[in-house]
């Protein structure tokens, strides 16, 4: 089955960019969303299609997608981008989402 | 604006039946721009997804779960429904549904708050 590979964690200064990369082979064909989740609450998409971003989303969090890999950047690290962050795709050769494995993103 | 909220027990035995319902507001789930889903979270875990499902009743389900994961909906109630089989303690996760547009390529931008489930005797 495919599968999502996510660093445990990211450590980045506020004002910084933190990158969070998820790898799966061949990933830069399918379309690939992120989503932040914080303590106790439901996960919030804020990427989608690999760049798009929903409204209310700040230009600070962009993605991009290609080969092997796919990257969520967080621009002007704020205190309140920590969280847990996720990438999905929908596996079209089996009909199935994947989830990543998961990114911790600590502001220092 | 589309809302979801998860209603079901939140204790249940070990080989028994999980049941969960999501109830849809403000839009109807017969739209054919979404896709409807359950994913869990086992406590300090990563996310799940369990299985999706159509308006007109197609499903997709997770394959290390298909054998127990039943899917269904119920368009004269806006909802749709989770049923977990001969379930165990690697069961007890928070069970979030949530709903995947089709023109965002099948993100989930709408998701219920989550319930908590427990598997125990």
């Known amino acids: 089955s495919y599968v999502l590979t996510q660093p445990p964690s990211v450590s980045v200064a506020p004002g910084q960019t933190a990158r969070i990369t998820c790898g799966g082979n061949?990933?830069?064909?399918?379309?690939v969303h992120w989503y932040q989740q914080k303590p106790g609450q439901a996960p919030v998409l804020v990427v989608y299609?690999?760049?798009d971003r929903p409204s209310g989303i700040p230009e600070r969090f962009s993605g991009s997608n290609s080969g092997n890999t796919a990257t969520l950047t967080i621009s002007r690290v704020e205190a309140g981008d920590e969280a847990d962050y996720y990438c999905?795709?929908?596996?079209?050769?089996?009909?199935?989402?994947?989830f990543g494995t998961g990114t911790k993103v600590t502001v220092l | 604006q589309l809302q979801l909220q998860e209603s079901g027990p939140g204790l249940v035995k070990p080989s028994e039946t999980l049941s969960l319902t999501c109830t849809v507001s403000?839009?109807?789930?017969?739209?054919?721009?979404?896709?409807w889903g359950w994913i869990r979270q086992p406590p300090g875990k990563g996310l799940e997804w369990i299985g999706s499902?159509?308006?007109?009743?197609?499903?997709y389900y997770n394959p290390s779960l298909k054998s127990r994961v039943t899917i269904s909906v119920d368009t004269s109630k806006n909802q749709f429904s989770l049923k977990l089989s001969s379930v165990t303690a690697a069961d007890t996760a928070v069970y979030y549904c949530?709903?995947?547009?089709?023109?965002?390529?099948?993100?989930?931008?709408?998701w219920g708050q989550g319930t908590m489930v427990t598997v125990s005797s």
């Open positions: 949530a709903g995947a547009t089709v023109t965002w390529q099948y993100a989930f931008d709408i």
């Open positions: 403000g839009g109807s789930i017969s739209s054919s721009s979404y896709y």
């Open positions: 499902i159509y308006y007109s009743g197609s499903t």
């Open positions: 061949n990933i830069g064909s399918k379309s």
């Open positions: 299609d690999d760049s």
């Open positions: 999905q795709v929908w596996d079209s050769s089996s009909d199935h989402y994947v």
